[in-house]
C-alpha cells in the first residue's frame, strides 16, 4: 500500500520537523536572550516567528490530516487509550502553542523596535519571555509523549 506509506511518512517528518524545529527555536531564542545583545535577540525572534510561519504552522495543520488517515487506513480503534491520549496531548500542545504566537510577535516587535532606537528592553519583554518558556515546558513535554505513544502505541 504505497499511498499509506507515504502519508505515514509525511506523519514522520510532521512530527520531526514540531520537535526539532521547536527545540532548535527554544535553543536559539533562549541563548540569543541570554547574551543580552538586542540586535542579536531581533534577528533571532524575527526568524523565530519566520520559522513557525514556514514549517511550524503547516507541519501542525498536516499531523491531524494524516494522523486520522493513518488510523481509519490502519485499522485503528478511537477506543484505544493511546490514540484518546494522543489527541489530547495534540491538544495541549496546540493549547500552548497559541499564546505562544502572540507572545513571539510582541517579542519580535519590541526587540526590533530596541534595537533600531539603541535602547534596552522592557520588563515586559522580559515576562513574555518568562511565559514564552513556561509555556513551552508543557508542550515539549506533550510532544515527547506523543512520539512515545507513536512509536510503542501500549495496550
Same mark, same amino acid.
Given at each position: 500500500m504505497p499511498e499509506y506509506a507515504l502519508i505515514k511518512t509525511l506523519h514522520i517528518?510532521? @512530527?520531526? =520537523? /514540531?520537535f526539532g524545529l521547536g527545540l532548535g527555536s527554544v535553543f536559539y531564542k533562549y541563548m540569543s536572550?541570554? $547574551?543580552?545583545?538586542?540586535?542579536?535577540?531581533a534577528v533571532t525572534n524575527r526568524l523565530v516567528v519566520r520559522a513557525d510561519a514556514w514549517f511550524t504552522t503547516p507541519a501542525? /495543520?498536516?499531523? *491531524?490530516?494524516?494522523?486520522? %488517515?493513518?488510523?481509519?487506513a490502519g485499522g %485503528?480503534? #478511537?477506543a484505544q487509550g493511546w490514540l484518546r491520549l494522543a489527541v489530547l496531548? %495534540?491538544?495541549l500542545a496546540g493549547a500552548c502553542w497559541l499564546p505562544v504566537l502572540v507572545l513571539q510577535v510582541?517579542?519580535?516587535?519590541?526587540?526590533?523596535? @530596541?534595537? /533600531?532606537?539603541?535602547? *534596552? /528592553? $522592557?520588563?515586559? %519583554? #522580559?515576562r513574555h519571555a518568562r511565559y514564552w518558556r513556561l509555556l513551552g515546558l508543557p508542550a515539549f513535554g506533550a510532544m515527547l509523549l506523543l512520539v512515545?505513544?507513536? =512509536?510503542?502505541?501500549?495496550?
Open positions: 517528518l510532521g @512530527a520531526i =520537523v /514540531l536572550d541570554r $547574551s543580552g545583545n538586542v540586535s542579536a535577540m501542525i /495543520l498536516l499531523q *491531524p490530516l494524516t494522523g486520522f %488517515y493513518l488510523v481509519a %485503528y480503534d #478511537w496531548l %495534540y491538544l510582541r517579542m519580535r516587535d519590541e526587540a526590533a523596535a @530596541a534595537a /533600531l532606537h539603541g535602547r *534596552p /528592553l $522592557s520588563p515586559r %519583554y #522580559w512515545w505513544l507513536m =512509536v510503542s502505541r501500549p495496550v
